[in-house]
């Protein structure tokens, strides 16, 4: 399998999207992709299910207001204790903990998509579209590179006064 790397323009579409729609997208790709994305997804041997599970259960404890602002945090790089443990994981530990957190907003532990029908932005639909013309793998290495973008890496993050950081 040849290794793929995610497109740029594919790439910058999505984190030029409001924090909001592209948790949206996330949550439509897991709906339509992502009930194959397992610890079986290519590359998973570098997935640590305990760490990520770990990771998930702090979230699941929160209410969901909190749940929904970690989600905002990740995706808008805030250095924050859940963004650098986030940061610190590898990629594909990484898609594995937004797989879980999309099985928990399908159980309702995680704060759940609003119950009227969701409907992307334009640019989302694209995003989508552009993904799903993909293969299968290519799909899941994409989302993987996607995720991986997300939180605060604590290793190269410069300390912050605000949170102590």
Not at 35 to 64: D, R
Not at 157 to 165: C, I, N, Q, Y
Request: with cysteine.
């Amino acid at each position: 399998m040849a290794n793929t790397t995610i497109d740029p323009k594919l790439a910058s579409t999505f984190t030029a999207l409001p924090t909001d729609e592209q948790l949206g997208l996330l949550w439509v790709i897991y709906k339509e992709v992502g009930k194959s994305i397992t610890p079986a997804a290519p590359g998973a041997s570098t997935a640590s299910p305990a760490i990520a599970e770990g990771l998930f259960k702090q979230v699941a404890e929160m209410s969901h207001d909190e749940q929904l602002q970690v989600q905002r945090d990740l995706v808008e790089h805030k250095n924050n204790l859940i963004g650098r443990e986030y940061g610190a994981l590898s990629e594909t530990t990484k898609l594995l903990f937004w797989y879980l957190l999309a099985q928990g907003m399908d159980r309702t532990e995680i704060i759940p998509m609003p119950n009227d029908h969701y409907d992307l932005a334009p640019e989302a639909i694209q995003c989508l579209q552009q993904l799903q013309q993909l293969e299968h793998a290519q799909q899941i290495t994409v989302l993987r590179d996607l995720v991986a973008a997300m939180g605060v890496d604590p290793s190269s993050s410069p300390h912050d006064p605000a949170t102590g950081l």
